[in-house]
């Protein structure tokens, strides 16, 4: 299953509403998950099953979608919100595929 | 606190072999499923290799199946990784992962806790 994101990068100003898209070749339902990686760290799980905050993850943060269509929205962006989102599909069995990720940056 | 920490990151030749492990605390690892997500220079996430609990079931990408062997030592809380015939394209950090799925029966779906990750280079 490959997964495709759009953009792959963006600049937006602190307090933007900012939106991820990330798009399935086939369907996957809802076994669709975010990460955040900031440079030089590892990843880290954003949201789970589509729409679901992983515990501790700001509520600005928020994300929807079933099937082949996904999104992942920050209703604010924040400085800290500097990272790579990437999108990753778990249906079925492996191989687990990841987005090619998109690069948050400031404006 | 869970943590997971790699180790065995080298600098190795073509055709050469490494060991790479991940010791983790701070959960029953008898428990959970575990995977190898790799990070070539610059690139995305790349999937490599899973093993469940009992090693019941293990998974490849295909590009290092028969090249790979995803173990684990659950006495000892470590997580193992061995390559073999490393290629240029290997290059890459290597970070273990725990998944969400700690129960019978169930099945993983994200990479819930990640390593700070090893770097592995393959040249000459």
């Known amino acids: 299953i490959q997964m495709t994101q759009s953009p792959s990068s963006l600049s937006a100003s602190v307090g933007d509403r900012v939106t991820i898209t990330c798009r399935a070749n086939q369907f996957i339902d809802t076994f669709l998950h975010w990460y955040q990686q900031k440079p030089g760290k590892a990843p880290k799980l954003l949201i789970f099953?589509?729409?679901s905050l992983q515990s501790g993850v700001p509520s600005r943060f928020s994300a929807s979608g079933t099937g082949t269509e996904f999104s992942l929205t920050i209703s604010s962006l924040q400085p800290d919100d500097v990272a790579t989102y990437f999108c990753q599909q778990s249906f079925s069995t492996p191989p687990w595929t990841f987005g090619q990720g998109t690069k948050v940056e400031i404006k | 606190e869970v943590q997971l920490v790699e180790s065995g990151g080298d600098l190795v030749q073509p055709g050469g072999s490494l060991r790479l492990s991940c010791a983790v605390s701070?959960?029953?690892?008898?428990?959970?499923?575990m995977s190898w997500v790799r990070q070539a220079p610059g690139k995305g996430l790349e999937w490599v290799a899973t093993?469940?609990?009992?090693?019941?079931?293990?998974y490849y990408v295909n590009s290092v199946k028969g090249r790979f062997t995803i173990s684990r030592a659950n006495t000892k809380d470590s997580l193992y990784l061995h390559m073999d015939n490393l290629r240029a394209e290997d290059t890459a950090v290597y970070f273990c992962?725990?998944?969400?799925?700690?129960?019978?029966?169930?099945?993983?779906?994200?990479?819930?806790?990640w390593g700070q990750g090893t770097q592995v280079t393959v040249a000459s």
């Open positions: 992962a725990r998944h969400d799925c700690g129960g019978i029966g169930c099945f993983p779906q994200t990479f819930e806790y």
């Open positions: 093993i469940k609990p009992d090693d019941s079931e293990i």
């Open positions: 099953a589509a729409s």
């Open positions: 701070g959960f029953t690892f008898t428990s959970y499923w």
